[in-house]
């Protein structure tokens, strides 16, 4: 496009604009001062190149047409603007790998996003959402998946479709109970599930067989499956901050456990099995009705 040549411009300084129709860049664009809007402009030439475009904290309010022009984009970073609404237009990055939308003002997306087939990260944490379209189950390829600080008060069934999927974060939501798909994420390494109002864990939780990190502090957890034991990967465990009154036994089997919190609880009763985790570096147990610890 046109405004794209003004970069080559080297002793250009100001474009005066008005009373014109452009149908690109967005109009917020168009509205910046005649130097950002020059920085913007280059920013986006050169990712036609570099197959990288970084414009955060820029205050737009659209993924505007003249960045999914850049077709060969492998990374993108908007994060800490004010967008809105994703158009239908962002499936045509069928390159992109990275997808960064944190800290907008996002409360769907459109189905398109499905024809991202190549990403293998997206975030779309702290933003307006209370309800993940099921299109998510479509982006296979992702590798991690951040949704942390929305207002989520579930998380769609066809998350378990992401066969791929290594680090979740879906931590500060309001969920209540996770999908009954959920176990199905046996490469999940990470899973970030604290300040919720979670209920219950999957009692399937034992078939995420690849799991190393699972933060669950922070919720209203009663009960820990005892299917837990096959997780034995796990290194970092959080219970704490939950209305636990025991723990399953075969927390003990869990012999690559560094670190255990399960404080301000209701337990009354640590399992002796415990002290025999000779890896176990961090035990934090506080505020709770113990009276006698292994």
Not at 108 to 132: A, C, H, I, S, Y
Not at 168 to 186: A, Y
Not at 223 to 245: G, M, R
Request: aromatic share 4%; glycine share 4%.
């Amino acid at each position: 496009t046109l405004y794209l040549e003004f970069c080559t411009m080297p002793n250009l300084k100001e474009i005066l604009r008005k009373d014109n129709e452009w149908r690109s860049p967005h109009e917020c664009v168009v509205a910046l001062p005649t130097s950002e809007m020059f920085e913007y402009m280059h920013l986006v030439l050169e990712a036609h190149s570099t197959s990288v475009l970084t414009l955060n904290g820029r205050s737009l309010q659209a993924v505007t047409s003249d960045i999914t022009l850049a077709t060969s984009l492998t990374t993108l970073n908007l994060n800490r603007n004010k967008i809105d609404l994703l158009t239908p237009e962002i499936a045509g990055l069928g390159n992109l790998a990275e997808l960064h939308l944190r800290q907008n003002h996002l409360a769907t997306m459109p189905w398109e996003l499905g024809g991202l087939v190549d990403l293998r990260f997206l975030d779309l944490g702290q933003n307006k959402f209370k309800e993940l379209p099921g299109v998510i189950g479509t982006l296979t390829a992702l590798l991690t998946l951040v949704l942390d600080d929305n207002a989520l008060p579930s998380l769609p069934n066809t998350l378990g479709h992401l066969y791929m999927l290594e680090k979740l974060n879906v931590d500060h939501n309001e969920i209540v109970v996770l999908p009954q798909s959920m176990p199905k994420l046996t490469t999940l390494t990470l899973l970030d599930l604290s300040h919720n109002c979670l209920r219950a864990l999957p009692h399937k939780l034992g078939l995420m067989v690849g799991l190393q990190e699972l933060y669950c502090h922070n919720n209203e957890l009663a009960f820990v499956p005892e299917s837990i034991k096959a997780c034995t990967d796990l290194h970092t465990l959080t219970f704490s901050n939950n209305i636990l009154s025991e723990l399953p036994y075969g927390i003990c089997e869990l012999t690559n456990l560094t670190h255990l919190s399960v404080k301000n609880n209701k337990i009354s009763v640590l399992s002796p099995g415990l002290s025999q985790n000779i890896l176990l570096v961090t035990l934090e147990f506080e505020a709770n009705h113990i009276e006698d610890p292994p």
